[in-house]
């Protein structure tokens, strides 16, 4: 029995101490499973000897149902809130007053995230977790204990051994990849949805059942103290003193000197904010020198020596107006939202996507409805939920349209698709979609020939297809007469057309709008290939060969050249003079060969021999026909290797291959 005492202890120790590797110094050094294995050693023991089980015990997070609402918690040190600065002179204002209050030429800042969650109070006494408490007035919050104790990062004993009662401030955040999960589920059991991982948080903290709480993988960053933990002469240490006492501190606070190297710091996080696994809604900058802070003081909203930098905000609400149908260049038809104009991470936003007919039920969006609406960097706008109200039920549930907004074709669904399409090649929306594309910045780059222009070319028949962008040359009493184009611009739009001419292979595989090629694949595509002819001629094999390129994909490359038209689009651009340039054609010894790999590879790895051959301007492909010029044979080869020979294909060994390499 004291053995197994000992050994439950050991377990705890062992369990916590592997916790915080994980969740606070970004180290851990056993697996999930190793995890679980410590785990239900340990709880085998307790439910055997419930004597043994301790408040602090890891598997005392499962939570229960509460039996009644929140009871009132009284902080030690009141929970205050922070001064915000929109946009850089806000915070240069600040800084100013910091100065100017304390005499000195710069300060010592430390800059961090501001996360975007639920702030709470942990009361730790002797070391051990009493009390959860949320913000409330900032006098008085609610009792949350059981439900934060689900939280795996909020450890339920410090690991520094301390006397006395602290209290640790911090956020609870719901990472994004959980917020959608939360949503998911709550979509496929008809519950109104989250409209952001904030509220996500905040709903999963207030629950009655704990064990709800604990579903959600919620986790605690802390960013401060209250009441107690010592005296310290820095912001700092004190981050130093929560994370050796086990708490999780961001690990993106940086000491920043001066206002130049706030403005820096805010800079650099303009995107890499999007890279968190969890939203944050800007930044904090709080003087570093605790006597500093000390001297400065607080206001009843918050102290002097702090700010919270604030990003424009990318997410608002608003009212849905209308729903209308787009056709893009593929053909895909789909919802947009029609919304009252709101501005959003700093952008007036007038419309959203609604991505697909599928996501618009899921979403159950209705005409008339209060939208949640979100911009985040450069992304499009999007509506991502509805806010629950009382008429909702009332309102009409959309309808898709069965034939097309711009040319009435029928829509046709393909299965295992989610976009619906027009069947119609020719329809007026796709040709000029496919123009506006092959013409766009990161296509053929045709500097002047932007949407407006391509619509009235379009309108007067001057445009009819993306070949006749090179036929415009020969049309320039047509542009004279058009209003607004005055020589100079025609002249210009002709040079750039004329300077489109020679793209590298890549823009161009990109340009042609082949569905599922984007500018990624399309690069990919352009060096596996070097050259256009033995692109457009690649079978589906040596297609699906290439990393990165999957069986779908595969097929609409083909496909697109195997279709007339698209084939003979293709021919009269070539004959126009377009002439795309081969990235790898007059580098490396594999230029113009096929080479296929069959049997065992005792030296490289198949993906290392393929890299190699593309590198030095081949194709790798997977199956032995005409077109392959080499075959390197390993052990075991079988039928690949019998073609080979039976075609007369040079066969050579994988050392032949690595001393061709070598040469
Ligand atoms: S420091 C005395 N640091 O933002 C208050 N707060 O809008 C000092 N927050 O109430 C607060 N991340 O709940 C601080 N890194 C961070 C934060 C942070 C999020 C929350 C906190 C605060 C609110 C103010």
């Given at each position: ?9 050991e377990l ?47 598997t ?43 005499g ?9 995230p501001?996360f ?29 204990t ?13 690991r ?10 911090g ?14 589920e ?13 509220n ?18 919620l ?23 929560l994370?050796?006492?086990?708490l ?19 800079d ?33 909203r ?5 700010i ?9 609400t ?112 796709q ?8 013409a ?7 500097d ?6 391509i ?7 001057v ?56 500018a ?8 596996a ?9 690649a ?44 990235e ?20 490289l ?30 052990p075991?080869?079988?039928?690949k290797l ?20 070598d040469?």
């Amino acid at each position: 029995m004291a053995d197994l005492s000992t050994r439950a202890e050991e377990l705890r120790r062992q369990l916590d101490h592997h916790s915080y590797l994980y969740f606070v110094l970004d180290a851990p050094e056993i697996s999930d499973k190793e995890w679980d294995k410590l785990f239900a050693e340990l709880r085998e023991i307790e439910e055997k000897h419930p004597e043994l089980i301790t408040p602090e015990s890891p598997t005392q997070r499962v939570g229960s149902v509460a039996s009644e609402k929140f009871a009132p918690h009284r902080h030690l040190a009141p929970m205050l809130s922070l001064d915000n600065a929109f946009g850089e002179e806000e915070f240069l204002a600040f800084d100013e007053r910091v100065r100017r209050a304390t005499g000195l030429d710069a300060i010592e800042y430390v800059g961090e995230p501001k996360f975007d969650g639920l702030s709470i109070s942990l009361t730790y006494t002797d070391g051990k977790l009493v009390a959860a408490a949320t913000r409330g007035d900032g006098e008085t919050g609610e009792n949350v204990t059981a439900n934060v104790r689900t939280i795996r990062s909020v450890p339920l004993r410090l690991r520094t051994g301390l006397v006395g009662t602290v209290e640790v401030r911090g956020e609870i955040v719901l990472e994004r990849h959980e917020f959608e999960r939360a949503n998911r589920e709550r979509a496929e059991s008809g519950m109104p949805l989250f409209a952001n991982p904030r509220n996500a948080a905040a709903g999963s903290v207030r629950q009655l059942d704990s064990r709800v709480t604990a579903s959600r993988n919620l986790s605690f960053w802390s960013w401060g103290l209250g009441e107690g933990g010592g005296d310290f002469a820095k912001q700092s240490e004190m981050y130093d003193w929560l994370r050796n006492a086990g708490l999780p501190v961001s690990a993106d606070v940086e000491a920043l000197r001066g206002s130049g190297a706030v403005l820096k710091f805010i800079d650099s996080w303009q995107n890499r904010r999007h890279a968190l696994p969890f939203e944050i809604d800007g930044l904090v900058f709080k003087v570093d020198d605790r006597s500093i802070q000390r001297q400065l003081g607080s206001t009843s909203r918050g102290p002097r020596w702090a700010i919270a930098y604030k990003f424009a905000a990318e997410e608002a609400t608003t009212t849905l107006n209308a729903i209308s149908w787009n056709v893009g260049r593929t053909g895909a038809v789909t919802p947009v939202a029609e919304l009252e104009s709101v501005v959003v991470g700093g952008v007036t936003v007038a419309s959203a996507t609604l991505h697909n007919v599928d996501e618009m039920f899921r979403k159950d969006v209705r005409v008339g409805d209060t939208v949640a609406v979100r911009r985040a960097g450069d992304v499009i706008p999007e509506v991502v939920a509805v806010l629950a109200d009382s008429s909702h039920a009332a309102r009409e549930i959309p309808q898709p349209p069965t034939r097309c907004p711009v040319c009435e074709a029928h829509l046709v669904r393909k299965e295992g698709e989610a976009a619906i399409r027009c069947s119609n090649r020719l329809c007026p929306a796709q040709v000029a979609r496919g123009i506006m594309h092959f013409a766009s910045r990161g296509a053929m780059d045709i500097d002047g020939l932007g949407e407006k222009l391509i619509l009235r070319l379009l309108d007067l028949g001057v445009l009819r297809d993306i070949s006749d962008i090179y036929r415009l040359a020969s049309r320039q009493d047509e542009l004279v007469r058009l209003e607004r184009l005055g020589a100079q611009s025609i002249g210009k739009l002709l040079a750039a057309i004329e300077a489109s001419k020679e793209p590298s292979l890549s823009r161009f595989i990109y340009s042609l709008g082949i569905r599922h090629v984007g500018a990624a694949t399309a690069s990919e595509l352009a060096r596996a290939f070097g050259g256009f002819d033995r692109f457009r001629n690649a079978t589906y094999e040596e297609l699906v060969a290439i990393p990165d390129i999957g069986p779908a994909t595969a097929a609409e490359i083909v496909e697109f050249f195997q279709d007339g038209e698209s084939a003979a689009l293709v021919d009269s651009l070539l004959e126009l003079g377009v002439l795309p340039r081969g990235e790898k054609v007059e580098s490396g010894r594999f230029v113009g060969k096929t080479i296929v790999f069959t049997g065992k590879l005792e030296r490289l790895t198949r993906e290392e021999a393929e890299e190699r051959v593309r590198s030095e301007g081949g194709t790798a492909a997977s199956s032995v026909g005409s077109a392959t010029s080499l075959v390197v044979a390993g052990p075991g080869a079988g039928s690949k290797l019998e073609k080979a020979e039976k075609l007369g294909i040079e066969v050579i060994s994988e050392a032949d291959f690595l001393e061709m390499l070598d040469r």
